[in-house]
C-alpha cells in the first residue's frame, strides 16, 4: 500500500522503550503547535502543566487492561500461548482468540490454563486469522486474573513481570475489558491530576475497551472502507453534558489519546455541535483529510509506522507536521510506544 509510505519510518530499537520511565510523569513530553506548524521540546510530562490553561478539559478513557494473556496447555504438556479478545455475540462461552501453534492443535482437543486444570477449554477451530476456544463455564475478568497475565505489547519482546500489572494500568483505570492499555493516560499520576484539578482542569472520562487491532497493520480493504477493527464504547449522559457545557462556552477539549478521541469523533454531531451519550461500538477510521471537530488538542504516544494511529494523529494536525516531529523524535531519542515519551498537539 504505496499510500501509507509518506507515514513510514526507520526507528531503532534501542528507542523502543521496553520499560517504563521510574516515574510516570518523568516521560518527556514534545509540544506541536498546529497552527504555527512548530514543535518543541519539554524536560518531562508533568511540565504539561504550562500549557494547559484553567477551564480546559481532559477527556480520559477509564478502561482497565483484563489480564487476558494465557498460556494454555494440552495433554501432551504443550504450551500455547493465547490473546483471549472477546465473545461471540451470540454464545457467551466461545472465546475469539489470538492463539499461537493453532496448527498443532485438532479440532476438539482440551486445552486449560496451566496449573489451572479447572478452567478447560475446547479447540472449535479457526475465525480467518483468529480462533475459537469453548470454555466450560463462563469466564469473567476475575478468572482470569487468577490463571492469565496482563497482555503487555508484542513489540516489548519480553515476558510481564510484576510491576506491569501496575505501570500498564493507569491511574484512571475502573472498567475492565481491554487487551491493551490507552497509554497516553499512563503519564498521568495522582499528584499530577490533583495538581491540574486545582489549576482549574476539568477531568471527563469517556470508556472504549482497547481491542488487539491497534496493533495489527493496516489492510487495503480497511483503507478502501474507511472503517477498523470494531470496539466497545461508552460515555454516560453525565459526561455528554460536561463536554456540551465546554464546547458552548468555548473551553479547549483535549483528547488524553487516541482511544478518547475515536469515542469523542464517534458521538459529536457536527451539525448540532453536541456531543451525544451512547453505548455501542465504533470502527471509526480517522486518516489526513478528515476534520476533527470534536477537540481543540490531543495528547498522545509515538505509534508504530504505517498504523491507524499514526493516521489518527496526522489527521487531527497535518501530516507534514506529524512526521517532521517524529523525525525530531528519532533524533533527539525520544523513547517509542507504549511505555514511551509523549506528544502534545494543540
Same mark, same amino acid.
Given at each position: 500500500?504505496?499510500?501509507?509510505?509518506e507515514f513510514d519510518f526507520h526507528l531503532p530499537e534501542e528507542q523502543i522503550a521496553r520499560f517504563p520511565a521510574k516515574n510516570r510523569d518523568e516521560s518527556r513530553l514534545l509540544l506541536v503547535d498546529r497552527a504555527n506548524e512548530?514543535?518543541?521540546?519539554?524536560?518531562?510530562?508533568?511540565?504539561?502543566?504550562?500549557?494547559?490553561?484553567?477551564?480546559d478539559v481532559l477527556v480520559y478513557n477509564e478502561t482497565k487492561v483484563s489480564y487476558r494473556r494465557v498460556y494454555l496447555q494440552v495433554e501432551s504438556g504443550r504450551i500455547h500461548e493465547a490473546i483471549f479478545l472477546e465473545t461471540? @455475540?451470540?454464545?457467551?462461552?466461545?472465546?475469539?482468540?489470538?492463539?499461537?501453534?493453532?496448527?498443532?492443535?485438532?479440532?476438539?482437543?482440551?486445552?486449560?490454563?496451566?496449573?489451572?486444570? @479447572?478452567?478447560?477449554?475446547?479447540y472449535e477451530g479457526k475465525d480467518n486469522e483468529l480462533s475459537l476456544l469453548r470454555s466450560e463455564r463462563t469466564i469473567t475478568d476475575l478468572d482470569f486474573e487468577v490463571f492469565g497475565t496482563i497482555p503487555i505489547p508484542p513489540?516489548?519482546?519480553?515476558?510481564?513481570?510484576?510491576?506491569?500489572?501496575?505501570?500498564?494500568?493507569?491511574? *484512571?483505570?475502573?472498567?475492565?475489558?481491554?487487551?491493551?492499555?490507552?497509554?497516553?493516560?499512563?503519564?498521568?499520576?495522582?499528584?499530577?491530576?490533583?495538581?491540574?484539578?486545582?489549576?482549574?482542569?476539568?477531568?471527563?472520562?469517556?470508556?472504549?475497551?482497547?481491542?488487539?487491532?491497534?496493533?495489527?497493520?493496516?489492510?487495503?480493504?480497511?483503507?478502501?472502507?474507511? $472503517?477498523?477493527?470494531?470496539?466497545?464504547?461508552?460515555?454516560?449522559?453525565?459526561?455528554?453534558?460536561?463536554?456540551?457545557?465546554?464546547?458552548?462556552?468555548?473551553?479547549? !477539549?483535549?483528547?488524553?489519546?487516541?482511544?478518547?478521541?475515536?469515542?469523542?469523533? $464517534?458521538?459529536?454531531?457536527?451539525?448540532?455541535?453536541?456531543?451525544?451519550?451512547?453505548?455501542?461500538?465504533?470502527? !471509526?477510521?480517522?486518516?489526513?483529510?478528515?476534520? !476533527?471537530?470534536?477537540?481543540?488538542?490531543?495528547?498522545?504516544?509515538?505509534?508504530?509506522?504505517?498504523?491507524?494511529?499514526?493516521?489518527?494523529?496526522?489527521?487531527?494536525?497535518?501530516?507534514?507536521?506529524?512526521?517532521?516531529?517524529?523525525?525530531?523524535?528519532?533524533?533527539?531519542?525520544?523513547?517509542?510506544?507504549?511505555?514511551?515519551?509523549?506528544?502534545?498537539? *494543540?
Amino acid at each position: 500500500m504505496d499510500f501509507l509510505n509518506e507515514f513510514d519510518f526507520h526507528l531503532p530499537e534501542e528507542q523502543i522503550a521496553r520499560f517504563p520511565a521510574k516515574n510516570r510523569d518523568e516521560s518527556r513530553l514534545l509540544l506541536v503547535d498546529r497552527a504555527n506548524e512548530t514543535f518543541k521540546e519539554a524536560p518531562f510530562f508533568r511540565d504539561i502543566r504550562n500549557w494547559l490553561q484553567p477551564g480546559d478539559v481532559l477527556v480520559y478513557n477509564e478502561t482497565k487492561v483484563s489480564y487476558r494473556r494465557v498460556y494454555l496447555q494440552v495433554e501432551s504438556g504443550r504450551i500455547h500461548e493465547a490473546i483471549f479478545l472477546e465473545t461471540l @455475540e451470540d454464545n457467551a462461552n466461545i472465546w475469539s482468540c489470538i492463539l499461537k501453534n493453532r496448527a498443532k492443535l485438532r479440532l476438539g482437543e482440551n486445552l486449560w490454563p496451566v496449573g489451572f486444570q @479447572e478452567f478447560p477449554f475446547v479447540y472449535e477451530g479457526k475465525d480467518n486469522e483468529l480462533s475459537l476456544l469453548r470454555s466450560e463455564r463462563t469466564i469473567t475478568d476475575l478468572d482470569f486474573e487468577v490463571f492469565g497475565t496482563i497482555p503487555i505489547p508484542p513489540y516489548l519482546k519480553r515476558k510481564a513481570i510484576e510491576d506491569d500489572k501496575f505501570r500498564y494500568q493507569t491511574i *484512571f483505570a475502573k472498567k475492565s475489558g481491554s487487551v491493551a492499555a490507552p497509554t497516553a493516560g499512563l503519564h498521568f499520576t495522582d499528584s499530577l491530576k490533583l495538581e491540574l484539578i486545582q489549576l482549574g482542569i476539568q477531568f471527563v472520562p469517556v470508556n472504549l475497551q482497547v481491542g488487539y487491532g491497534t496493533f495489527r497493520p493496516l489492510t487495503t480493504e480497511q483503507w478502501q472502507t474507511k $472503517t477498523l477493527h470494531k470496539e466497545r464504547y461508552e460515555i454516560t449522559d453525565e459526561s455528554a453534558s460536561q463536554l456540551n457545557s465546554a464546547k458552548k462556552e468555548g473551553r479547549r !477539549i483535549i483528547a488524553v489519546g487516541t482511544t478518547s478521541l475515536r469515542v469523542l469523533e $464517534t458521538v459529536f454531531d457536527s451539525q448540532q455541535q453536541k456531543f451525544k451519550v451512547g453505548l455501542s461500538q465504533t470502527d !471509526i477510521f480517522l486518516s489526513p483529510g478528515d476534520n !476533527i471537530e470534536s477537540v481543540h488538542g490531543l495528547i498522545t504516544n509515538f505509534h508504530l509506522p504505517k498504523s491507524s494511529l499514526l493516521l489518527l494523529v496526522s489527521a487531527f494536525a497535518n501530516s507534514r507536521l506529524v512526521m517532521n516531529a517524529y523525525q525530531y523524535a528519532l533524533q533527539n531519542q525520544f523513547r517509542f510506544y507504549s511505555y514511551g515519551d509523549s506528544m502534545f498537539l *494543540f
